[in-house]
T-cell receptor, first 113, second 114 residues
């Protein structure tokens, strides 16, 4: 069966510090991968998605970037965090080649102080 | 353009009473629709999905939803609420073009009172 992992689970970082959040998927090959952000009391905002290694699409201009160095690894990064980057970050995957339901990881709670 | 509207931001029910979470969609074609549930500080879990098969869809934990094209609705129901159902619920539509971009409703917080 497929599983999706995210780490860390929680993170507190000062403004201006770098960020690296990691997501890995097991049990499937060539998945579509997604990063979402969920601000307090709001819905989900799609940040990035990837249909293959090195292929990243950005949905909104922002202080963040994403990379996919391996087939089942998706990394969300920032060089300098802003207060507005605080939120709950969710990684998700779906079957490659189609976009039916997505399966979500447990999330990372990021607080920028 | 496709969109999805969850008509209630908060719903409060007593344990053992029925649950109704309302969702309307806008689409120029027959869409794929989902309901996800999110417990506090957790990821989203798929409850059920409609993909142009049977209009009454049964999901996990006793939830079901009915696709009504004439009303452009996909309301989520459960006959009897349990305390563990307290969570955030999202109605989601897959837009045409199939780029992997789900369209999420703003969510409905379900409160279950003892």
């Amino acid at each position: 069966s497929q599983t999706i992992h995210q780490w860390p689970a929680t993170l507190v970082q000062p403004v201006g510090s770098p960020l690296s959040l990691e997501c890995t998927v097991e049990g499937t090959s060539n998945p579509n991968l997604y990063w979402y952000r969920q601000a307090a009391g709001r819905g989900l905002q799609l940040l990035f998605y990837s249909v293959g290694i090195g292929q990243i699409s950005s949905e909104v201009p922002q202080n963040l970037s994403a990379s996919r160095p391996q087939d089942r690894q998706f990394i969300l990064s920032s060089k300098k965090l802003l207060l507005s980057d605080s939120g709950f970050y969710l990684c998700a995957w779906s079957v490659g080649g189609q976009s039916y339901e997505q399966y979500f990881g447990p999330g990372t709670r990021l607080t920028v102080t | 353009a496709q969109s999805v509207t969850q008509l209630d931001s908060h719903v409060s029910v007593s344990e053992g009473t029925p649950v109704l979470l309302r969702c309307n969609y806008s689409s120029s074609y027959s869409p794929s629709l989902f309901w996800y549930v999110q417990h506090p500080n957790k990821g989203l879990q798929l409850l059920l999905k409609y993909t142009s098969a049977a209009t009454l869809v049964k999901g996990i934990n006793g939830f079901e939803a009915e696709f009504k094209k004439s009303e452009t609705s996909f309301h989520l129901t459960k006959p009897s609420a349990h305390m563990s159902d307290a969570a955030e619920y999202f109605c989601v539509v897959i837009p045409s073009g199939n780029t992997g971009k789900l369209i999420f409703g703003q969510g409905t917080t379900l409160q279950v009172k003892p």
